[in-house]
């Protein structure tokens, strides 16, 4: 069996088709993470970066053009297949639009999607915008764009992540079911999170010279006003 040791995560609801593609790209040497949805997918994104995420247009919840949009502002360098029945050149347009760099019909011969992968794992290329500050998730460290760093905790990295890629908005209630504890009255669970904010906001805060870094938006969330990368 070939080795190439790039990583992808399969994003398809379709259990059949996912398992089909996976069996074929593990032949292919790739090394892979098959999820059903967005939300499956970012907790594979918690565990570990991939070389590329193939995703499906159609999905539950949220669809492949989301997705798509707020991976590609916290992962800049993830190359990004999309796959999907719709064949309008309006839809193709929309998919490269939203950050994919391939865009791939449905039924995809499983030949054609691992070339595709194989060139595009060799050309993708890690430059990142200047001016984003950079979450390293090893080493608990958020870099601003002058390369100021500020330590972080576990948690305060997990949530600068969880902010990063939810796009517009980080809801209470996602918040709640990735840092809540279910022994505990919503109140406090709430509570808690609002501390976590609030110490990260104070640490960015003392570097953006009377910029807001995150805000909270009244009983919805939060949301992030700097871009932040994640490497």
Known sequence: ?????????LVEDNISLREAL???LVDAGFLIRGVG???????ELAIS?????????????EDGISISKRVRLAYPTIGIVMLTARVRSIDRHEGYDSGADVYLTKPVNPSELTTVLQNLCRRISPQVDNQSWSLHLASLQLVSPA?????LTVSEAKLVQELALSGELLSMS???????????PEP?????????VSRIRRKMDVLLGGQPSI???????????VPVVIE
């Open 174 to 184: 996602r918040l709640i079911e990735v840092f809540g504890d279910i022994d505990l």
């Open 188 to 196: 406090t669970n709430k509570l808690r999170i609002e501390q976590v």
């Open 1 to 9: 069996m070939p080795q190439n040791n790039n990583s992808v995560i």
């Open 147 to 151: 390369k100021e760093v500020i330590k």
């Open 215 to 225: 805000k909270a938006v009244t009983r919805l969330g939060y949301k992030l006003f």
């Open 49 to 61: 970066r991939p070389d590329v995420i193939v995703l499906d247009l159609n999905l539950p919840d």
């Open 37 to 43: 949805d967005g939300q499956e997918l970012n907790q």
């Open 22 to 24: 996976e069996h074929h």
